[in-house]
């Protein structure tokens, strides 16, 4: 069976430390959509601990179940700004956040419509700017051949890692967080990102 996976909002450890040792990720885009997963949500760590971040997305009433490349962003509050305040509070202090913020701050200036193309926008460009362009392929879902990494995006279980510790922000008044946004990582370790996240793994569930 091949693994796929579907699309994340700045994805956590878990996931990105996954995809860093694939050869090639195949992101499913035929898959129904799951309220409540990182499909739509990441966490940052901010000054009072664990803080997630969510983008509305709309609900369309004449289809129960929507697929992954149907789902659309609602736009009704602006979301983006307060995202990007929040991303800013939390990290303009970290080391590398300046380097970074001219390549991330025109995610949060455009309008978004397809939750799934804005996910798979941000990801190739946080790759890219950590030296780590992704090899993948968009897919359809194959129930005989593909296996799904449902683990990878689900936000209610707590999966504990071999997250090794590094300096965060806040980290002296909340403690380390572990497994937090990619956001987290690339803004405190910087280019020492990719090798961090490719050591990271699970260790129990």
Not at 78 to 103: G, L, M, T, V
Request: some cysteine.
């Amino acid at each position: 069976m091949i693994p796929v996976v579907c699309l994340a909002y700045f994805p956590n450890v878990f996931y990105c430390s996954w995809i860093l040792n694939q050869t090639k990720i195949l992101f499913v885009e035929d898959t129904h959509f799951q309220k409540q997963t990182f499909r739509n949500r990441t966490e940052i760590h901010g000054a009072n601990g664990r803080l997630k971040l969510t983008i509305p997305v709309e609900h369309n009433k004449t289809q129960w179940h929507q697929k992954e490349h149907e789902v659309c962003v609602s736009n009704d509050m602006n979301w983006q700004k307060h995202h990007w305040k929040s991303i800013c509070n939390a990290y303009r202090s970290s080391p590398y956040f300046e380097y970074y913020e001219p390549d991330l701050a025109p995610f949060f200036e455009k309008k978004v419509n397809r939750l799934m193309t804005f996910n798979l926008d941000v990801l190739l460009k946080i790759m890219d700017l950590i030296d780590a362009p992704l090899n993948y392929k968009l897919v359809k879902w194959n129930a005989k051949a593909h296996l799904r990494m449902d683990t990878l995006v689900n936000a209610k279980k707590d999966y504990l890692f071999q997250n090794v510790p590094y300096t965060q922000v806040f980290e002296s008044k909340n403690g380390f967080l572990r497994n937090l946004s990619i956001l987290d990582v690339v803004f405190n370790l910087g280019p020492d990102s990719v090798a961090y996240l490719k050591t990271q793994k699970v260790i129990s569930s």
